[in-house]
Each structure stands twice: as structure tokens, then as C-alpha cells.
């Protein structure tokens, strides 16, 4: 790099941008995962620069552009979107960078007080601690982890299940941050002849090079002997196994709504008889989100679904679907914030839930088995801390479904029962699996496999849907459970514990496939001790900030 005191300010915002690029090229799914362990070289560099003093806006539109290269199809560029996704999606992205600056923040301070080196050890920690912080409250959006650029890097990837992909991102960041640290120590060297050989005979370089060989060999030789442990021909043979059907029927997102919803049920049911006749027995049906939309208050209030009971219990296996789910309150006093009265009828108080429900054929269907959706999509479920704000309430009753859905209030597993399957599925909904410690808690309750539905047909063939599916097999390997992803439009498919597809479907086609499916008890280490590290790395960042209150400013 060149001499720092010769940069101009135009150039050291190309610098810092470059980190963005390299973080948007390194997000699945474009296949280039090792570029994550160099991208924030550029920015840490145009950080460390003493003649520029507006850090803000360089980490801001580093971020911005990260964002953008990676999330840019949040705002749904289709003809029919609404107007308020659209607008939605562009604030998300104006909005977002500027979380980005608390980890740098944190190294900022850091560095001022404890000086530069200090401040790179220290990074990787603040950094988790950030991770980790925005995945919660209803303002949570870790989608852009920086662990999940790795999913395509299989024998690496595989240590999620130990912290988890905060595990991953701690690793990314401090084999950045001794990157830099080299480059440091290199640039230092006044010698001009021999200078390489020189600093590669230094002890300073060959610890840090040292460091930076395990930090990348240590994870693929643990992969290189998980992964043969969960080889999918061993399992089944190992395991009990049930028969799944996944059934992705294509329906226009933008119509299903409006349209007849029977006839929306009766494909489906097509489908199903279609893949049961081609291939036998089944023992679970799945439907994606939202399958059984908004008919009426009555149908969708009244669990028993007798409509598709008869045909269930004629078909023989169990169903999971998701639903528009309408609750009344018997006792209004006891109705959420989130509730609403029934038009034309006051007295009535109601809640909308995004719900998915397991329909067990009738021998076997001693209760209702249903998990209300808990984690919702800002802005476009609801608008967070709406409480807070009544006046939001309208802004997210656009143009599709049931608007303004209401929080699930108890994280279940769901029970299948049927002659041949009895078993506990957790049944995770759209973005819910994009938290880890939230799929991570489905398993703690003795989840034997997991099940993602989902609508991504709002984005079309753009990168989101993909992208949705990769973030799920880093949940299959962090829990080490086979994860049947079913959605409406794609992307649908069998993902091993190894994060490996069994068989992923085309998008946009009507279409239903199976597979056996091993039913597994083990539970990884990070089901066992969840976000150990989180707590340790955060523990760290207040430890170092309380030492700083008493320590004067490092030069």
C-alpha cells in the first residue's frame, strides 16, 4: 500500500468502499467465500489513516455499499409490488449502515485508548458482541452476518456447531485484523534491500503467520471429521427415519390473496395425491407459508379444518401447513395491544398470526398442534414497537394478506402421529431462520427435524430466495438436524446436517418431491451451551471499556 501520508481524501473513500465490494462479492450466492477473510484490509487501513477525521461517513458508505451489493432485492422490483415495500425495502437500506458503526466505534475508542494493536485483538470481539446485539428486538436484522459468507467453504463452515455463526464471524474478523497487522509490520521496515526476507525471518511474522495458518487449517480439519460423522447413507441407517413430501405449488404471491382460496387448497391437494401415488406411502405432508390464506374469520378461527381432515385421514400421513390464523378473545380484557375489533362488530377482539399447524390424521388428532409465528419481518409484517406508535399501525396495511400480524407468544414444537411417524418437528417460519439461537432453542425442546416455510415469491428471481436457503443450512449445521425447506415459489429442498442438499427444486414450478428423512436425537454443542461466545466476546468488549475509563488516551 502506499505511504499514508501521500492519500488523497478521494482515494481513501475508494479504499474504504472496497471493503464493501469485497463483502458484497463474498455473500452467497456468489461462490467467492475466501474474499471475506481479506475484505476489511482496505477499511481498517483508510481508518488507520492519521490525515482523515470524518471515519463516520467512510463506515457508512462502506456499509452502504455492502448492503446494497448484497441486499439490494429487499425492495421487490416487480411490476405488482407496492409502493410501501418498495419504499420500505430503500429505508432499510439507508437506515441499516449506521449499525455498522458500533463495532467500529468500539475500535475507534479502543484504539485511542490502548493504541492500534490492542484495538485489532479487540475487534473480533466487539465485532460478535455487535452480531449478536443486532439480532435483537423487533428492529433485528442480522440477515448480512458476516459468518454466513463462508456456507459454500463446507469443511470450514462446519465449526458453526460449536458457537454457532458468530463463531465463524469472530474468526473472519481476526484473521482480517492479523492481515493487517502483517501489512503493518511489513510497511515498517526501513531496510529497502532484502525487505521481504527480512520481515518473513522476523519472530513478530512467523507468530502472527503461525496464527493465521491455524486459524484457517484448525476449522477444515474439524470439518474433515464432522462430516464424514453425518454422511447422509450412515444416518439412515442409523436413525429412524420417516417419509416427507414437500410440496411447492407457485402461486402468485401477489394474487393468492385476492384469489379463490379453495382452489388454492384443491392444488395443493393435487400435488400431494400426485406425489403419494408416484412414489407410496407418506408419512409428512408440508405446505409452505401461508398455504391456506384468508378465506373467512370463521374458517380461519375454526382449527379443525375439516375440509382437508377427511382427506388427510383417506391420504394417510400428517399434514403441516402454514395458515392465516384468527383468534378471538373470549374475555376482551385480556386481548393484546396488538388486537383489533371486528368490523361491524365491536364486541368482537381478534388477532392475526402468521401460524403453522400440523394435521394429524384423525386416530391421532387428540389436540390442536399449533406454532404462532414469534419473529416478524420489520416493516413488512409489522411495524416494529408499533405499540409505541399507533399512527404505523396503517403503514403496513398494503396491499397483500392480513396485515400487521401479531407476535406467537410461546416457542413449541410441533407432534406428528400417524401409523407409521411419531415425532417432533420445529416448525420455523420465514425469517425466523435467519436467528440461530432461536432455531438452536426447537431442538432444545427435542425437535428431531426441522421444517422452514416460507414465501419468497415477492423477490422474484433475484438472490433473495437463495440466499434465504443458504442462511438455512447454516442452521443445519449449526443444530446438526435435517431441515426440510419448503416454499411457495422456491427455493424448496432436503438440506442435511452438513448444510449439503439432498434435492433442491427449481423455482418457480409447481412441483412435489420426497425424501426419508433420519430422525436424530444428538444434540452439537452449540444446541447444548448456545451463544456461549456471544456472552464471552461481549464480556470482553464491557471488560476492555471499563479499563478505559481509567486509563488516559494511548499517545
Known amino acids: 500500500m502506499n505511504s499514508k501520508e501521500s492519500i ?3 482515494k481513501i473513500y475508494l479504499i474504504g468502499i472496497l471493503t464493501g465490494v469485497l463483502l458484497a462479492l463474498s455473500f452467497p450466492p456468489i461462490p467467492l467465500p475466501l474474499l471475506s477473510f481479506v475484505a476489511l484490509v482496505p477499511l481498517l487501513y483508510a481508518l488507520d489513516l492519521k490525515q482523515y477525521k470524518k471515519p463516520f461517513l467512510l463506515i457508512y458508505l462502506t456499509f452502504f455499499i455492502y448492503h446494497g451489493g448484497a441486499n439490494w432485492w429487499i425492495s421487490s422490483w ?16 439507508l437506515v441499516h449502515p449506521f449499525f455498522f458503526y458500533i463495532p467500529f466505534g468500539f475500535f475507534l475508542y479502543f484504539k485511542r485508548k490502548f493504541g492500534l494493536n490492542t484495538a485489532l485483538w479487540l475487534l473480533p470481539f466487539a465485532w460478535v458482541g455487535f452480531e449478536w446485539f443486532h439480532s435483537l ?22 465449526a458453526a456447531d460449536i458457537s454457532g455463526v458468530w463463531g465463524l464471524s469472530f474468526l473472519i474478523i481476526l484473521i482480517n485484523a492479523i492481515l493487517y497487522k502483517l501489512i503493518l509490520k511489513f ?11 527480512i520481515f518473513i525471518s522476523q519472530k513478530k511474522t512467523i507468530g502472527l503467520s503461525s496464527a493465521l495458518f491455524l486459524l484457517i487449517i484448525v476449522p477444515m480439519i474439524y470439518g474433515g471429521i464432522r462430516i464424514p460423522r453425518f454422511e447422509h447413507s450412515k444416518l439412515l441407517k442409523e436413525n429412524k427415519t420417516i417419509r416427507v413430501g414437500i410440496i411447492q405449488p407457485n402461486i402468485d404471491p401477489w394474487k393468492k390473496w385476492e384469489s379463490n382460496v379453495i382452489r388454492q387448497i384443491r392444488k395443493h391437494k393435487l400435488i400431494s395425491d400426485s406425489l403419494r401415488h408416484s412414489v407410496g406411502k407418506l408419512d409428512l405432508v408440508i405446505w409452505s407459508e401461508t398455504a391456506i390464506p384468508f378465506l373467512n374469520f370463521e374458517f380461519n378461527s375454526d382449527h379443525k379444518f375439516s375440509y382437508i381432515q377427511d382427506w388427510i385421514d383417506s391420504s394417510d400421513f400428517s399434514l403441516l401447513t402454514g395458515f392465516a390464523d384468527i383468534y378471538f378473545y373470549k374475555d376482551p380484557k385480556k386481548a393484546s395491544e396488538s388486537a383489533k375489533p371486528l368490523l361491524g362488530d365491536s364486541s368482537r377482539i381478534y388477532d392475526s398470526y ?20 414469534m419473529k416478524l419481518t420489520p416493516f413488512g409484517e409489522r411495524v416494529p414497537y408499533e405499540e409505541l406508535f399507533q399512527f404505523a399501525k396503517k403503514w403496513v396495511e398494503w396491499g397483500v394478506g392480513i396485515s400487521s400480524w401479531a407476535f406467537g407468544q410461546k416457542q413449541s414444537v410441533l407432534q406428528i402421529k400417524n401409523d407409521r411417524a411419531d415425532t417432533k418437528i420445529g416448525s420455523i417460519i420465514c425469517i425466523e431462520s435467519i436467528y440461530p439461537v432461536f432455531v438452536r432453542n426447537f431442538v432444545s425442546l427435542d425437535a428431531n427435524i426441522l421444517t422452514v416455510i416460507t414465501n419468497d415469491g415477492w423477490y422474484d428471481f433475484t438472490v433473495g430466495p437463495e440466499q434465504h436457503y443458504q442462511i438455512a443450512c447454516m442452521r443445519a449445521i449449526e443444530t446438526r438436524r435435517y431441515i426440510a425447506r419448503c416454499a411457495n415459489t ?8 452438513t448444510g449439503n442438499s439432498l434435492y433442491k427444486a427449481p423455482q418457480y414450478i409447481p412441483i412435489g418431491f420426497t425424501a426419508s428423512v433420519p430422525l436424530l436425537n444428538e444434540k452439537s454443542f452449540y444446541v447444548k451451551y448456545g451463544d456461549w461466545l456471544v456472552y464471552f466476546c461481549s464480556g470482553i468488549s464491557v471488560l476492555f471499556l471499563f479499563i478505559s475509563f481509567f486509563r488516559k488516551s494511548y499517545n
Open 8 to 10: 488523497s481524501k478521494k
Open 78 to 93: 416487480r411490476s405488482e409490488t407496492d409502493p410501501f415495500l418498495m419504499i420500505s425495502g430503500f429505508a432499510v437500506w
Open 137 to 158: 428486538g423487533e428492529l433485528a436484522y442480522p440477515w448480512l452476518t458476516v459468518g454466513y459468507t463462508q456456507i459454500y467453504n463446507r469443511l470450514w463452515v462446519q
Open 187 to 197: 510497511n515498517s521496515l526501513q531496510e529497502e534491500k532484502n525487505k521481504f526476507k
Open 354 to 373: 402468521n401460524s403453522a399447524i400440523v394435521i394429524n390424521p384423525t386416530p391421532y388428532n387428540t389436540g390442536t398442534e399449533i406454532y404462532r409465528k
Open 490 to 497: 422456491g427455493v424448496s429442498g432436503f438440506i442435511t446436517p
